[in-house]
């Protein structure tokens, strides 16, 4: 499949801090990068996403980059919550509308 | 809850038996997709529809595997002669077709093989 890779496996913040979860991809003709995020024992549920042709995107409390030059894309999350504690995955959809999701980032958020 | 649902949550079966698992997508999606999750990892793709029509297959999808889309609503995965290394997460996602991006996720069915 893609090469669709994430930088760190795990991440702990503060609350009230703000959160940047990095992903690495390889196909530069992905059409969409998406951030998704599941909980335990939930399938993953869709954050924001960005076309390929866009640099950043904003959200409530996330905003997320593309960086196409280094095939790199980021989630920022904004004053994090306890409720942001979960698996993060980065995901892109190549013209066969096939969704290839890297292997996640677990937050934990420290109250 | 986002609307999809999957049956079961949990199976469990000995090696060499047959199972199927439903998906009850969002009544209004046209696109059904499968995914299987091992833990740790994230979703691989294995097939999606487009209505009732198996439009794509990952090449992950051996023959002991086939997915059903009937009547276009529910959907069904069906694994013959299970093997442990099936043992996985199944999920199931919905989307509309001009917002393929936006996929809808049911909880999924663990299966464990013995």
């Known amino acids: 499949g893609e090469n669709v890779g994430l930088h760190l496996p795990t991440l702990s913040v503060q609350e009230g801090d703000n959160s940047i979860i990095n992903c690495a991809y390889s196909?530069?003709?992905?059409?969409?990068f998406i951030w998704y995020k599941q909980e335990s024992g939930k399938g993953p549920q869709f954050i924001i996403d960005?076309?390929?042709?866009?640099d950043k995107r904003q959200g409530q409390r996330v905003t997320v980059l593309l960086n196409k030059t280094v095939k790199h894309l980021s989630l920022q999350i904004a004053a994090t919550q306890p409720g942001d504690s979960a698996v993060y995955f980065c995901?892109?959809?190549?013209?066969?509308?096939?969704?290839?999701f890297g292997t996640g980032t677990s937050l934990t958020v420290i109250p | 809850d986002t609307g999809v649902s999957q049956d079961p949550r949990h199976k469990i079966t000995k090696r060499g038996q047959n199972v199927t698992f439903r998906c009850d997508p969002i009544s209004e999606h046209n696109r059904l997709y499968w995914y299987r999750q091992t833990l740790g990892q994230g979703p691989e793709f294995l097939t999606y529809f487009q209505n009732e029509a198996q439009l794509e297959k990952s090449r992950l999808l051996s023959d002991r595997f086939s997915a059903e889309r009937p009547k276009g609503s529910f959907s069904t995965l069906e694994i013959q002669r299970t093997e442990q290394g099936d043992s996985a997460m199944y999920l199931c996602a919905s989307s509309r077709t001009n917002t393929k991006n936006i996929q809808y996720f049911g909880a999924g069915t663990r299966l464990s093989v013995l």
């Open positions: 995901a892109e959809i190549n013209t066969g509308n096939q969704f290839y």
């Open positions: 960005i076309r390929s042709n866009m």
């Open positions: 196909n530069s003709a992905s059409d969409y």
